[in-house]
């Protein structure tokens, strides 16, 4: 089993739409969930971290985090092509500077 | 806004070849970390460093070194490229929490 476990897509949503990204891990310890988007032939830019159970809102960015079920979520409200990229889930196990990085989950958004 | 920058964008290379790649961070951060990304493998972490001279091995640390002789500067070294060390190289630093990426090296070892 893979450590930190995403769908690869792609994931086609059409504009405005929510687009809903999950990602699964496997250490019951971790600590710290992050999401990264990252374009073609770019490097990974932060979308937001989530430490807390729960839901976590940033502008049109939603991340929810569910410990119990060991998954955290990325929602993206009213998307647009602008949002289409590989979208990246990171986790740090606990006791530990160590990054775990999904696979990624490719998102297309349709004008 | 914290900046990470690499020596190189691209970078070709013969086999055998000593390679170096920089990375240098602005944020006076602990942690700098080298991953390499390829198709469908995701990113996987090679070395990391917490502090100056210290480093740990990552997930795939085999025919490549590092150096991390000031704060702000972590090398990697490849010692004798291959063919299969061909990649995207992305270095990252972080204080506590978020990881703030470079924009990467493409190598491609010939």
């Known amino acids: 089993q893979k450590e930190v476990e995403q769908n690869s897509g792609p994931l086609s949503v059409p504009e405005g739409a929510i687009a809903s990204l999950n990602c699964t891990y496997s250490?019951?310890?971790?600590?710290?969930f992050f999401w990264y988007r990252q374009y073609s032939g770019k490097s990974p830019e932060l979308i937001m971290f989530i430490y807390s159970n729960g839901d976590k809102e940033d502008g049109r960015f939603t991340a929810q985090l569910n410990k119990a079920s060991q998954y955290v979520s990325l929602l993206i409200r009213d998307s647009q092509p602008s949002d289409s990229a590989t979208y990246l889930c990171a986790v740090t196990p606990g006791g530990t500077y160590k990054y775990i990085f999904g696979t990624g989950t490719r998102l297309k958004v349709l004008a | 806004d914290v900046k990470v920058t690499q020596s190189s964008r691209y970078l070709v290379k013969r086999t055998g070849e000593k390679v170096f790649l920089e990375c240098v961070q602005d944020?006076?951060?602990?942690?700098m970390f080298w991953y390499r990304q390829d198709p469908g493998l995701g990113l996987r972490l090679i070395y990391f460093?917490?502090?100056?001279?210290?480093?740990e091995k990552g997930d795939i640390p085999e025919g490549y070194s590092v150096s991390r002789e000031k704060k702000e500067r972590f090398s990697l070294i490849l010692e004798s490229a291959s063919t299969n060390q061909t990649s995207m190289y992305l270095c990252a630093s972080s204080l506590r929490g978020e990881q703030f990426f470079g924009p990467g090296t493409r190598l491609t070892v010939l």
């Open positions: 944020m006076d951060h602990e942690n």
């Open positions: 460093s917490y502090d100056v001279k210290m480093k």
């Open positions: 250490d019951r310890g971790s600590q710290s």
